[in-house]
C-alpha cells in the first residue's frame, strides 16, 4: 500500500556547503530545525540579501525503509528555494531547478540495509539560469525548503497525474488519470462524495491514461458564494498495489469573452489583488496557517473576489483555502520582465507543465498565466507555453501579463499591467488603445509603484492612495469591455534595493507588511464584504494638513448613508449617490459639508446668510482661502450687514473649521443601513492610547509540521482609531512551547507591531505576555493540540 510520511521535524541546518557534510559524522555542529524552514531569519527592512543568498545544506537521517521489489522510495518538495541536490547515503539521486514547483526525488537505489541519510545541498543565490533569474526582479526570493517534505513509499506502477474536469452542460465529471506503468489486472476505483450522496465509477486499468466519466444528479454548482467542494477518491488496485488519492473539487464552468467574465454563466467582474507569499522575518517560510489567513483576509476582509499568485505557483494551502472560501485565482509561471536563453526557457515550459498537473483541480483557478510578467514578445516561446497549457488543459483560458500595448496577443486573454493613472488624469487606458477589441481582456496590475503609500504617511496621501485605487475600480466597473482589475498589490514586501523606498521595502501593499490594512484597504473592503464597514479618511487632525485643511472627507463603507455630528449635534446625513464614482457597487461616500445646519441653529445670521457663510468656509476647507471675486464679494456683504468685524469672521472659521485651542471637537460618524446606525467611527482628542492584539489563531495544532500564528498589535485612540504615528516598543515573552521567530522587542510601524511564533512541540498551552511601552501590557493563552503531532524526532 501506498504511503505519504511528513518528513519536517528533526532536520538539520548549517548555513554552508562543502562534500564531507553528505557524511553523517560531520553533521556536529548542525543546528536542530523543523520545515518550512528559512535560511536566514531577517529584519522587517534594510535586509542584507547576502544573509540569505547562499548555499546550505540540509541533512535528515531516515529510518531503514524495508522496501518490496516493486516499490519505490520517493522524497517530494513542495518547494525548495531556488535549486537543490539531494543526496542519499552520499549518492546523488537528483535534482532540482526553481523555488516554486514541487518535484519528486526517487532514493531507492541508493538506500541502505540500516538508516540513510539525506543530505540536501541547497544553492538560494539568485541563479541566472533558472527562472524567474537573470535579470533584476522587484521581490525577494527568499531560500531554503521553505515546502512541507515527504517519503513516499509507492509501488513502481502508480497513480501520476489525475485531472477531474466538471462539465455542468452534461452534468459530468471527466477523469483522466495517468500511471507510471501498467500491470496485468489492474482497475480503478473513483468515488465522488458529498454528504448525501455518493457517485462511484469502476474502471479497467489497461492504459497508461484511464479516461472515466461520472454523473453527477442535480449537481451543486460551485461559485464564489457557495463553493460547494465534491470529495474524490481514486483507488488504483493491481495485485500488491493500492495506490489511493484524495482531493476537493467543483462543479463550475468559466468564459471569458470580450465583454468580460462569466462564472457559471453569469457575469463576474473581477475585482482582485495581487499577492506575494512573503512575510515580515520568516520570508516564505509559512506554514499553512499563515497561508490560509492570507486568503481568508482577501475573501472575508478585503471581499475581492480574485487573486493573481504574482509571480509564480503558491502554496496548495493557499489554494486549498482559495476552493473552499471561493476566491478565485488567476496562476502563473515564475518570472519577471527577464527572458533567459533556450535552456532557461525549457525550464521554464517545464514550470507551465508542473504547475498545471500540481493545480489542475483546483477550481478556484480561473486561468493559467504562461507568458513571464511584463516580458517582451517573444512568439516562439510563448507559442510553446501557450500550446502545452492548452493540450495539459483544454478547460481553461491562457493569459500573459504585459506591460506593453498591442503586443501580439497569442493567449486567450489580453492581461495588460495598466500604470498610467497619476491622480489627475485618466484612470486606465481605452482598451482599444492596448489590443484588439475581439479579444477578452483584464487589467492584471494598476497603482502600486505609481504611489507607494506607507502606513505611517501623512492622512492626505494615505486619501490619495485610496482614491487612485477608487478611480481605476470605478473605471473599470464602468466598462463593458474590461473583464476586471487586480491591484498592485496585496500587502508590502521586501524587494531589492532597485526598488523599494530605499530600505529595500515596496510599500505598494493596501496593506502593511503584517497584513494590517491602509486606508486603502477600505476601498476593497466596502465593495463586495458581507461585513458591514465604515471607515473615514480621516482623523479630523488639522495638524496633519498642509494649512490645516482637511479638504474633502470620504467614508469608504458599504452602509446606506453616513451620519455626520459635531459634539453631538446632527450636522447632516451623506449619500452614495453624491460620489463622484457611480459605477461600484459601493461608491466611498464624499462628506463635503461639517457646518450642515449649524451656522443656521447657533448664529445670528437668517437661513439664507447662514448659507452664504456656510458655503464660504466650506469653499476655504476645499480650497484654503484662495476665495473667488464672487465669494469675497458675498463675505463682504454679510460682514457689512451685520457689522461683522474681520476678528469676528476669524472666530467663525475657528469655530466650524479651525477648531484651534477649542474645547474638545468630537467628530460622529454613524453608517446606517435600513435606517439603522450600523457603525460609527468618533474621532476626539487623544488621552488614553490603547491597543489591541489579534492572532492567526489562538488555537494552534502540530500535525505534519509545526503550527504558527502572527501576534499582531495595533494601537488605538480611545475610540477604537489606528494611532498611525506610533512607534512604541512592543515586547514579547512566551515560554518554551512557542519560539519567537523574530527579535522578541519591536518597534511599532504605523501603529503596528507583528510576531511570529511556531510551535516547538513542548506543551499544550502557551501564556503569551507582551508589553506595549508607555501604553500597557496585556497576556493571552494561546492552546496547543500536539496530540497528532509528527515530531518523533526530538530537536
Ligand atoms: C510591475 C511588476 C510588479 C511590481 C509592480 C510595482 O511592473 O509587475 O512586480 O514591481 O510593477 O508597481
Given at each position: 500500500?501506498?504511503?505519504?510520511?511528513?518528513?519536517?521535524?528533526?532536520?538539520?541546518?548549517?548555513?554552508?556547503?562543502?562534500?564531507?557534510?553528505?557524511?553523517?559524522?560531520?553533521?556536529?555542529?548542525?543546528?536542530?530545525?523543523?520545515?518550512?524552514?528559512?535560511?536566514?531569519?531577517?529584519?522587517?527592512?534594510?535586509?542584507?540579501?547576502?544573509?540569505?543568498?547562499?548555499?546550505?545544506?540540509?541533512?535528515?537521517?531516515?529510518?531503514?525503509?524495508?522496501?518490496?521489489?516493486?516499490?519505490?522510495?520517493?522524497?517530494?518538495?513542495?518547494?525548495?528555494?531556488?535549486?537543490?541536490?539531494?543526496?542519499?547515503?552520499?549518492?546523488?539521486?537528483?535534482?532540482?531547478?526553481?523555488?516554486?514547483?514541487?518535484?519528486?526525488?526517487?532514493?531507492?537505489?541508493?538506500?541502505?540495509?540500516?538508516?540513510?541519510?539525506?543530505?540536501?545541498?541547497?544553492?538560494?543565490?539568485?541563479?541566472?539560469?533558472?527562472?524567474?533569474?537573470?535579470?533584476?526582479?522587484?521581490?525577494?526570493?527568499?531560500?531554503?525548503?521553505?515546502?512541507?517534505?515527504?517519503?513516499?513509499?509507492?509501488?513502481?506502477?502508480?497513480?501520476?497525474?489525475?485531472?477531474?474536469?466538471?462539465?455542468?452542460?452534461?452534468?459530468?465529471?471527466?477523469?483522466?488519470?495517468?500511471?507510471?506503468?501498467?500491470?496485468?489486472?489492474?482497475?480503478?476505483?473513483?468515488?465522488?462524495?458529498?454528504?448525501?450522496?455518493?457517485?462511484?465509477?469502476?474502471?479497467?486499468?489497461?492504459?497508461?491514461?484511464?479516461?472515466?466519466?461520472?454523473?453527477?444528479?442535480?449537481?451543486?454548482?460551485?461559485?464564489?458564494?457557495?463553493?460547494?467542494?465534491?470529495?474524490?477518491?481514486?483507488?488504483?488496485?493491481?495485485?500488491?498495489?493500492?495506490?489511493?488519492?484524495?482531493?476537493?473539487?467543483?462543479?463550475?464552468?468559466?468564459?471569458?469573452?470580450?465583454?468580460?467574465?462569466?462564472?457559471?454563466?453569469?457575469?463576474?467582474?473581477?475585482?482582485?489583488?495581487?499577492?506575494?507569499?512573503?512575510?515580515?522575518?520568516?520570508?516564505?517560510?509559512?506554514?499553512?496557517?499563515?497561508?490560509?489567513?492570507?486568503?481568508?483576509?482577501?475573501?472575508?476582509?478585503?471581499?475581492?473576489?480574485?487573486?493573481?499568485?504574482?509571480?509564480?505557483?503558491?502554496?496548495?494551502?493557499?489554494?486549498?483555502?482559495?476552493?473552499?472560501?471561493?476566491?478565485?485565482?488567476?496562476?502563473?509561471?515564475?518570472?519577471?520582465?527577464?527572458?533567459?536563453?533556450?535552456?532557461?526557457?525549457?525550464?521554464?515550459?517545464?514550470?507551465?507543465?508542473?504547475?498545471?498537473?500540481?493545480?489542475?483541480?483546483?477550481?478556484?483557478?480561473?486561468?493559467?498565466?504562461?507568458?513571464?510578467?511584463?516580458?517582451?514578445?517573444?512568439?516562439?516561446?510563448?507559442?510553446k507555453t501557450n500550446n502545452l497549457a492548452h493540450s495539459l488543459d483544454s478547460s481553461r483560458p491562457t493569459f500573459g501579463v504585459r506591460y506593453l500595448a498591442k503586443s501580439n496577443p497569442i493567449e486567450d486573454?489580453?492581461?495588460?499591467?495598466?500604470?498610467?493613472?497619476?491622480?489627475?488624469?485618466?484612470?486606465?487606458?481605452?482598451?482599444?488603445?492596448?489590443?484588439?477589441?475581439?479579444?477578452?481582456?483584464?487589467?492584471?496590475?494598476?497603482?502600486?509603484?505609481?504611489?507607494?503609500?506607507?502606513?505611517?504617511?501623512?492622512?492626505?496621501?494615505?486619501?490619495?492612495?485610496?482614491?487612485?485605487?477608487?478611480?481605476?475600480?470605478?473605471?473599470?466597473?464602468?466598462?463593458?469591455?474590461?473583464?476586471?482589475?487586480?491591484?498592485?498589490?496585496?500587502?508590502?514586501?521586501?524587494?531589492?534595493?532597485?526598488?523599494?523606498?530605499?530600505?529595500?521595502?515596496?510599500?505598494?501593499?493596501?496593506?502593511?507588511?503584517?497584513?494590517?490594512?491602509?486606508?486603502?484597504?477600505?476601498?476593497?473592503?466596502?465593495?463586495?464584504?458581507?461585513?458591514?464597514?465604515?471607515?473615514?479618511?480621516?482623523?479630523?487632525?488639522?495638524?496633519?494638513?498642509?494649512?490645516?485643511?482637511?479638504?474633502?472627507?470620504?467614508?469608504?463603507?458599504?452602509?446606506?448613508?453616513?451620519?455626520?455630528?459635531?459634539?453631538?449635534?446632527?450636522?447632516?446625513?451623506?449619500?452614495?449617490?453624491?460620489?463622484?464614482?457611480?459605477?461600484?457597487?459601493?461608491?466611498?461616500?464624499?462628506?463635503?459639508?461639517?457646518?450642515?445646519?449649524?451656522?443656521?441653529?447657533?448664529?445670528?445670521?437668517?437661513?439664507?446668510?447662514?448659507?452664504?457663510?456656510?458655503?464660504?468656509?466650506?469653499?476655504?476647507?476645499?480650497?484654503?482661502?484662495?476665495?473667488?471675486?464672487?465669494?469675497?464679494?458675498?463675505?463682504?456683504?454679510?460682514?457689512?450687514?451685520?457689522?461683522?468685524?474681520?476678528?469676528?469672521?476669524?472666530?467663525?472659521?475657528?469655530?466650524?473649521?479651525?477648531?484651534?485651542?477649542?474645547?474638545?471637537?468630537?467628530?460622529?460618524?454613524?453608517?446606517?443601513?435600513?435606517?439603522?446606525?450600523?457603525?460609527?467611527?468618533?474621532?476626539?482628542?487623544?488621552?488614553?492610547?490603547?491597543?489591541?492584539?489579534?492572532?492567526?489563531?489562538?488555537?494552534?495544532?502540530e500535525k505534519d509540521t509545526y503550527d504558527m500564528t502572527g501576534i499582531y498589535v495595533t494601537a488605538l485612540d480611545e475610540y477604537g482609531n489606528k494611532l498611525h504615528y506610533a512607534n512604541n516598543i512592543v515586547?514579547?515573552?512566551?515560554?518554551?512551547?512557542?519560539?519567537?521567530?523574530?527579535?522578541?522587542?519591536?518597534?511599532?510601524?504605523?501603529?503596528?507591531?507583528?510576531?511570529?511564533?511556531?510551535?516547538?512541540?513542548?506543551?499544550?498551552?502557551?501564556?503569551?505576555?507582551?508589553?506595549?511601552?508607555?501604553?500597557?501590557?496585556?497576556?493571552?493563552?494561546?492552546?496547543?493540540?500536539?496530540?497528532?503531532?509528527?515530531?518523533?524526532?526530538?530537536?
Open positions: 500500500m501506498n504511503k505519504i510520511i511528513p518528513i519536517n521535524f528533526g532536520w538539520k541546518f548549517k548555513a554552508d556547503f562543502c562534500d564531507d557534510y553528505l557524511y553523517e559524522e560531520n553533521f556536529k555542529d548542525f543546528q536542530n530545525i523543523d520545515i518550512p524552514h528559512t535560511v536566514k531569519i531577517l529584519p522587517i527592512n534594510y535586509i542584507n540579501i547576502s544573509d540569505f543568498q547562499k548555499v546550505s545544506t540540509y541533512c535528515y537521517k531516515l529510518d531503514k525503509i524495508a522496501l518490496s521489489s516493486n516499490e519505490i522510495a520517493l522524497l517530494r518538495f513542495e518547494g525548495v528555494a531556488n535549486y537543490c541536490e539531494i543526496y542519499c547515503n552520499a549518492h546523488l539521486a537528483g535534482s532540482h531547478k526553481g523555488a516554486y514547483t514541487s518535484f519528486e526525488i526517487d532514493i531507492s537505489p541508493y538506500l541502505n540495509n540500516d538508516c540513510n541519510f539525506i543530505t540536501i545541498k541547497v544553492d538560494s543565490t539568485e541563479r541566472k539560469d533558472i527562472p524567474p533569474f537573470g535579470g533584476v526582479i522587484d521581490y525577494l526570493v527568499y531560500g531554503g525548503i521553505y515546502r512541507e517534505v515527504s517519503l513516499i513509499i509507492a509501488s513502481k506502477s502508480r497513480i501520476k497525474n489525475y485531472f477531474i474536469t466538471s462539465d455542468i452542460d452534461t452534468n459530468k465529471f471527466h477523469f483522466e488519470i495517468e500511471l507510471t506503468e501498467i500491470i496485468p489486472n489492474g482497475i480503478i476505483d473513483i468515488t465522488v462524495s458529498d454528504s448525501y450522496n455518493i457517485f462511484k465509477s469502476c474502471e479497467k486499468a489497461d492504459k497508461i491514461i484511464i479516461e472515466a466519466e461520472i454523473l453527477i444528479n442535480d449537481y451543486i454548482i460551485w461559485n464564489i458564494d457557495n463553493p460547494f467542494l465534491y470529495d474524490v477518491s481514486i483507488i488504483y488496485k493491481a495485485e500488491n498495489i493500492l495506490d489511493t488519492k484524495t482531493c476537493k473539487t467543483g462543479f463550475r464552468k468559466i468564459n471569458f469573452t470580450s465583454d468580460g467574465f462569466y462564472l457559471n454563466g453569469i457575469k463576474l467582474k473581477l475585482l482582485g489583488l495581487n499577492r506575494h507569499q512573503s512575510y515580515a522575518y520568516i520570508g516564505y517560510a509559512a506554514t499553512k496557517r499563515l497561508q490560509e489567513s492570507d486568503a481568508v483576509f482577501l475573501k472575508n476582509f478585503l471581499g475581492v473576489n480574485c487573486v493573481r499568485t504574482s509571480h509564480y505557483p503558491q502554496s496548495i494551502h493557499f489554494l486549498n483555502k482559495c476552493d473552499e472560501i471561493g476566491l478565485l485565482v488567476l496562476e502563473e509561471i515564475p518570472g519577471w520582465q527577464h527572458i533567459g536563453d533556450d535552456s532557461w526557457q525549457e525550464l521554464s515550459i517545464k514550470n507551465v507543465q508542473d504547475m498545471i498537473e500540481r493545480d489542475y483541480n483546483h477550481p478556484s483557478i480561473i486561468m493559467w498565466g504562461i507568458r513571464i510578467n511584463e516580458s517582451i514578445d517573444n512568439d516562439v516561446f510563448y507559442t486573454v489580453y492581461t495588460y499591467n495598466d500604470f498610467i493613472h497619476r491622480g489627475n488624469n485618466e484612470a486606465l487606458n481605452n482598451p482599444d488603445n492596448i489590443t484588439s477589441n475581439t479579444i477578452p481582456y483584464m487589467i492584471t496590475e494598476h497603482n502600486g509603484h505609481m504611489y507607494p503609500t506607507k502606513s505611517f504617511d501623512a492622512a492626505s496621501k494615505c486619501l490619495e492612495h485610496s482614491l487612485r485605487h477608487t478611480r481605476v475600480i470605478d473605471k473599470m466597473m464602468s466598462s463593458n469591455r474590461i473583464g476586471g482589475c487586480i491591484g498592485w498589490c496585496m500587502s508590502d514586501y521586501n524587494t531589492h534595493y532597485d526598488f523599494g523606498s530605499g530600505d529595500g521595502v515596496c510599500y505598494h501593499g493596501i496593506s502593511d507588511i503584517f497584513r494590517r490594512p491602509k486606508l486603502a484597504a477600505y476601498v476593497y473592503a466596502s465593495q463586495y464584504n458581507k461585513n458591514i464597514i465604515l471607515e473615514v479618511s480621516t482623523d479630523m487632525n488639522t495638524g496633519d494638513y498642509d494649512a490645516g485643511e482637511i479638504g474633502n472627507i470620504y467614508a469608504f463603507t458599504n452602509c446606506d448613508f453616513v451620519r455626520l455630528y459635531k459634539n453631538n449635534e446632527f450636522v447632516r446625513d451623506f449619500y452614495p449617490i453624491s460620489s463622484p464614482f457611480k459605477s461600484m457597487p459601493h461608491p466611498p461616500i464624499v462628506i463635503d459639508d461639517l457646518i450642515g445646519t449649524l451656522i443656521e441653529k447657533n448664529e445670528q445670521f437668517s437661513v439664507r446668510d447662514a448659507k452664504i457663510v456656510k458655503n464660504i468656509l466650506l469653499s476655504i476647507i476645499r480650497k484654503g482661502w484662495k476665495l473667488t471675486v464672487f465669494e469675497k464679494l458675498k463675505m463682504f456683504f454679510v460682514m457689512k450687514k451685520y457689522k461683522m468685524s474681520m476678528q469676528k469672521a476669524t472666530e467663525l472659521y475657528g469655530k466650524y473649521i479651525g477648531n484651534w485651542g477649542k474645547e474638545n471637537i468630537e467628530y460622529k460618524f454613524q453608517g446606517f443601513i435600513n435606517d439603522k446606525c450600523v457603525a460609527e467611527k468618533i474621532t476626539n482628542k487623544i488621552y488614553k492610547p490603547t491597543f489591541k492584539v489579534e492572532f492567526d489563531s489562538k488555537s494552534l495544532i515586547t514579547l515573552s512566551v515560554d518554551d512551547s512557542l519560539e519567537i521567530l523574530c527579535d522578541s522587542s519591536m518597534a511599532m510601524r504605523g501603529g503596528v507591531a507583528g510576531f511570529y511564533v511556531k510551535t516547538t512541540g513542548k506543551g499544550d498551552q502557551t501564556k503569551i505576555s507582551l508589553t506595549v511601552q508607555n501604553i500597557g501590557s496585556f497576556s493571552d493563552i494561546i492552546e496547543i493540540n500536539n496530540s497528532n503531532s509528527q515530531r518523533t524526532k526530538s530537536n
